[in-house]
């Protein structure tokens, strides 16, 4: 037999002893038991300790008096849970091992609201009255559902419902049913239970701006959205949209969009390329990092960390890609956004056009036709010569200045081909080494005004940086310089407008 039960036992013969004291005296007066507000009834009940302690706690917040409420006037209907109810929801919750531990204003608001969904304002229900799949608004403001299956039950958005008993325990100011289980409302639940961390692709395809990034591991068809989806964990540098953009625009016509990556070759090596932004075993947030560490990517290939002027990925060209923001949270990983696309040199070799030498630079080069049939009608090894390593520092001259010079020197030459007794083509020969630097690549910048340079035919040419960058030679006519600083993977180029004259070609030519 509970507490409640005994109490109601001894209110009920006592009772009894009055009435049959009155029979001894028909001028008595029966007097009717004094009800006590649910409070008090609470108060004076063991088994609701933990429901007065947490009324209590939760009035600790200054805007707050649910005990003042549930002893005013009402009617009032509630739901009492029990100490068990109580220990068990504490047991349920991270972090709550007592009541005491609601030390928060935040959590203590929680817990009125948890209280708040037990009253039911403005009526006493008692359980005869009540019926199945009826609803209640309570005070909290969310609705609590009657279940009626033998026993009474009481249903709140959780899987569990909670058991009427005892039931209608009468107040001065409404009706208390005992239930085994605190009801928790749809409000409580959310700021208790927040939503789970996204692992690493739901984390991308909820971000507006990875949306190229989600594609190209779809496009890729490699398991790479699958693996990003286990455990881990993993470190991702993450290439916005505008970093693939500026990918797909350096890679020219042939790649269009990340569709484009459409063989089976293709598809590997996009799925190389992403690999170069995954790190496996590891999710090293930013302070983890160290400047020139060196990590080794799932693609084989190590990037380098630079935290110089901030937090930088290097990969194997030449310009570092920036990450911001860093450190976002997944819940196998982390995510560092970068402003490029990672290549490693496996994709460089295959995407990348090598930077052509400076022979292949003239033939790709329309008006340097003649440079090049020069080239080729001198015979003198000069073709093989600016292919090799070099370094070199060409003077090229165009289509225009060949003819500029072939008009010059008579009815005798019109064209390079008549170039073609042994001694012209070595003074062709000399005339075109007048237009190389060996041994160093000079761009403008390293140039100066009035500088003497020996070209590879041994009489030297001087830079003249008045209005321009021009190229003196033994005649009174400087070359212009437009453009400059070609660059070849031997050297550099630089176009100028006039076929330049060592001393040697003026005497054997215009004398």
Do not use: W
Not at 277 to 296: C, K, P, R, Y
Not at 429 to 453: C, E, P
Request: hydrophobic fraction near 45%; aromatic fraction near 6%.
């Amino acid at each position: 037999m509970t507490k409640i039960s005994i109490y109601f036992l001894a209110l009920f013969s006592s009772l009894l002893l009055v009435v049959s004291c009155s029979n001894d005296d028909d001028n008595n007066i029966i007097d009717e038991p004094t009800l006590t507000t649910i409070v008090e009834t609470a108060q004076d009940t063991d088994i609701l300790s933990s429901l007065v302690a947490a009324l209590a706690k939760a009035d600790e917040n200054a805007d707050s008096d649910l005990i003042g409420a549930l002893n005013g006037n009402g009617p009032f209907t509630v739901f009492a849970p029990t100490n068990g109810a109580f220990t068990a929801l504490l047991a349920s919750l991270d972090g709550f091992d007592s009541l005491s531990d609601f030390d928060t204003p935040e959590e203590r608001e929680l817990l009125a609201m948890i209280l708040k969904y037990h009253v039911v304002v403005g009526a006493a229900a008692t359980s005869s009255s009540l019926t199945n799949g009826q609803e209640f608004t309570t005070l909290q403001g969310e609705k609590i559902t009657v279940r009626i299956d033998g026993d009474v039950y009481v249903q709140d958005p959780t899987d569990t419902d909670a058991k009427v008993g005892p039931a209608d325990v009468m107040a001065s100011n409404g009706i208390v049913h005992v239930i085994d289980k605190v009801l928790v409302p749809q409000a409580v639940l959310d700021a208790l239970t927040p939503e789970p961390m996204p692992n690493i692709v739901e984390l991308a395809m909820d971000t507006e701006f990875l949306s190229l990034l989600v594609g190209a591991l779809v496009q890729a068809d490699a398991g790479l959205v699958d693996m990003l989806q286990t455990d881990g964990p993993f470190t991702v540098f993450a290439p916005t949209d505008t970093a693939f953009v500026a990918l797909l625009e350096a890679l020219g016509d042939d790649y269009n969009s990340l569709a484009d990556f459409d063989t089976t070759e293709e598809k590997a090596l996009l799925a190389q390329i992403l690999k170069y932004h995954v790190v496996a075993g590891t999710a090293a947030f930013s302070g983890d990092l160290s400047n020139e560490q060196m990590i080794e990517t799932a693609q084989g290939e190590s990037v380098t960390v630079s935290l110089t002027g901030g937090v930088f990925i290097q990969d194997k060209t030449d310009v570092d890609a920036a990450v911001a923001p860093a450190d976002i949270a997944a819940s196998n990983g982390v995510v560092h956004v970068i402003d490029k696309v990672l290549l490693p040199q496996e994709a460089l070799d295959a995407l990348m056009s090598s930077t052509p030498n400076i022979v292949e630079l003239a033939m790709d080069t329309e008006f340097l036709s003649l440079l090049v049939g020069g080239l080729v009608q001198a015979d003198a090894g000069l073709v093989d010569l600016l292919q090799t390593d070099g370094p070199f520092t060409v003077f090229a001259p165009t289509d225009t200045a060949f003819a500029a010079l072939l008009e010059a020197l008579g009815d005798d030459y019109n064209s390079l081909a008549d170039f073609d007794t042994t001694e012209e083509k070595a003074l062709l020969a000399q005339i075109l080494k007048y237009h190389v630097v060996a041994g160093t690549a000079a761009f403008s910048g390293d140039l100066s005004n009035d500088q003497m340079i020996e070209t590879a035919q041994g009489e030297s040419v001087t830079v003249s940086l008045t209005g321009g960058v021009f190229i003196q030679d033994k005649t009174d006519v400087d070359a212009a310089v437009a453009p400059a600083d070609i660059a070849a993977s031997n050297g550099v180029v630089h176009v100028i407008d006039k076929v330049l004259l060592p001393q040697e070609a003026i005497d054997a030519l215009l004398h």
